[in-house]
């Protein structure tokens, strides 16, 4: 596979924060074009992972050696040149846009705000499509067209969640990297939400989703990486990975994984006889 084609690539990557070792010498490869999972507990390194990727991390050197982490092929790169290529929607990002400043935009406005400088002048200079049809074309793609002119502080958590992945669609990123994104949802958001991502991945945008929670995995999702205590401990197809034994194990205790509709649970021990 050769570079271009990889979306991130880390190579025995090792980040410690003073005595805390965060990852532990990861090695693995996402390539764009398939939708990845990254599955793990509570403190396992998973938003770690995506700070190396949005380039707030980097590599500790352990023993003289620093481990490699190539974005897109390339290990240099200037954080607004990244940022053009991929679009992010973090939970630090939702309780930025939750209130002050950010919070008073309308959600056209915060859509706006997902192009850099530079290509909002471009769009509005040269382009046919202006970047304010293609915000409208955003909204309209997560289903938040009746939010349009609403300003964030005054929305619902999935309201706002909607509106944040417009804005992180709205530049047409080689990929979308959503940390955790049903968090704070009740179910009919959630499901809303899960249903318009399956269709965004249908439509061809590479996901990279992080989470602990199995029934976010889309079935659109075809490869699922297991991480835990900042180490890959497992990866491969969703089939062979999403299944009682290595889910147990990540999260020590016994879990039986239980399939509703295209979803699938994950329930403590034998809980399934009782669902
Ligand atoms: N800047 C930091 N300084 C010190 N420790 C950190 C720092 N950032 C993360 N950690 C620690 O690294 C570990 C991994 O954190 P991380 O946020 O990557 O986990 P996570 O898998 O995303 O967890 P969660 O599912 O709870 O969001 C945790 O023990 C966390 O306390």
């Known amino acids: ?158 309201e706002r969640r909607r509106v944040l992945i417009a804005r992180a669609l709205v530049h047409s990123p080689k990929a979308l990297i959503l940390d955790e994104p049903t968090t704070g949802l009740d179910i009919a958001a959630r499901t809303a939400l899960l249903e318009q991502l399956e269709k965004l991945a249908e439509g061809g945008t590479t996901l990279l989703l992080v989470t602990h929670h199995l029934e976010e995995i889309i079935p659109a999702i075809e490869h699922v990486m297991l991480l835990g205590n900042g180490r890959v401990e497992m990866e491969g197809q969703r089939g062979e990975v999403l299944t009682d034994e290595p889910l147990s194990k990540l999260f020590g205790l016994p879990l039986h994984v239980v399939r509703e509709g295209e979803y699938l649970f994950a329930r403590p021990g034998d809980q399934e006889r009782r669902v």
């Open 1 to 158: 596979m050769s570079n271009s084609t990889l979306l991130l690539e880390l190579d025995q990557v090792t980040v410690n924060r003073g005595e805390v070792r965060i990852l532990d010498s990861v090695s693995a490869q996402i390539p764009l074009g398939r939708h990845t999972a990254i599955l793990g507990p509570n403190g396992s390194g998973k938003t770690s992972l995506l700070k190396l990727l949005m380039r707030q991390f980097y590599p500790s050197i352990t023993d003289s050696h620093a481990g490699q982490v190539r974005i897109l092929g390339r290990s240099d790169w200037h954080i607004d040149d990244l940022r053009k290529q991929l679009g992010i929607v973090s939970n630090e990002l939702d309780h930025t846009f939750a209130s002050g400043r950010s919070g008073r935009m309308t959600a056209l406005e915060a859509t706006l705000s997902g192009f850099s400088g530079v290509q909002l002048k471009r769009h509005l200079k040269y382009d046919g499509e202006s970047a304010v049809d293609l915000a409208h074309e955003a909204l309209r793609q997560v289903g938040a067209q009746r939010l349009t002119e609403r300003t964030l502080e005054t929305m619902s958590t999935g």
